[in-house]
């Protein structure tokens, strides 16, 4: 399974909004509403911020959001503040019973 | 609360075996699906394998298939990842998760494996 892209670096100011992209093909990302991402702050493991798409587990900030059209999905985070400041990790379903994720964007917080 | 608590990293040489537990606590482990994800030394993510509730069903990444071998212990709460013929390149913090149609619900604070002469 291919690996999603993703830029490996994102920045923004404080309460400025942020996009990060997952670019997938047609038989992975492309074919299924299963993205999700994923937040890992420095020596932390990572932590669900969105699923299938546009849903937010309980405990997670409406300032992120989670959008997909075709073979790119998108998370965006508004209103920028410190803590946001991480690595993001877009993950698909590929089919054929595997999974891949994205090779990780890091956003700083100006 | 939902607890996932990895263990049995080490230092192995090439070739060498190594066996991961991840032991489950805060909800019924027997109901849910579990996966074993790893992050090598350049930060990107590897989904390895998952299995489904009762240990019947297992899949794996090409990368590893037919040198690991995931299961789990419903009675004790307990998954477990079965290494063998490691490489260099397995070089990872290994994580165990709760899985959720695909998604990674809760993980756990991961080990690490080295594979090194």
């Known amino acids: 399974q291919s690996a999603l892209t993703q830029p490996p670096s994102a920045s923004g100011s404080p309460g400025q909004s942020v996009t990060i992209s997952c670019t997938g093909t047609?038989?992975?990302?492309?074919?299924?509403?299963?993205v999700s991402w994923y937040q890992q702050h420095p020596g932390k493991a990572p932590k669900l911020i969105i699923y299938e798409v546009t849903r937010r587990p309980s405990g997670v900030p409406d300032r992120f959001s989670g959008s997909k059209s075709g073979n790119t999905a998108s998370l965006t985070v508004s209103g920028l503040q410190a803590e946001d400041e991480a690595y993001y990790y877009c993950?698909?379903?590929?089919?054929?019973?595997?999974?891949?994720f994205g090779g990780g964007t890091m956003l700083t917080v100006l | 609360e939902v607890q996932l608590v990895e263990s049995g990293g080490d230092l192995v040489q090439p070739g060498g075996s190594l066996r991961l537990s991840c032991e489950a606590s805060g909800f019924p482990f027997s109901h849910y699906w579990m996966h074993w994800v790893r992050q090598g030394p350049g930060k990107r993510l590897m989904w390895v394998s998952r299995?489904?509730?009762?240990?019947?069903?297992?899949v794996y990444a090409d990368a590893v298939k037919g040198r690991f071998t995931i299961s789990r212990d419903n009675a004790k709460n307990t998954l477990y990842l079965q290494m063998n013929s490691l490489r260099v390149d397995d070089t990872a913090v290994y994580y165990c998760?709760?899985?959720?149609?695909?998604?990674?619900?809760?993980w756990g604070q991961g080990t690490l494996v080295t594979v090194s002469t």
């Open positions: 998760a709760r899985e959720k149609n695909w998604y990674e619900e809760y």
């Open positions: 299995i489904n509730i009762d240990g019947s069903g297992t």
């Open positions: 047609s038989s992975d990302l492309g074919d299924y509403n299963t």
């Open positions: 993950s698909s379903y590929a089919g054929g019973n595997k999974k891949t």
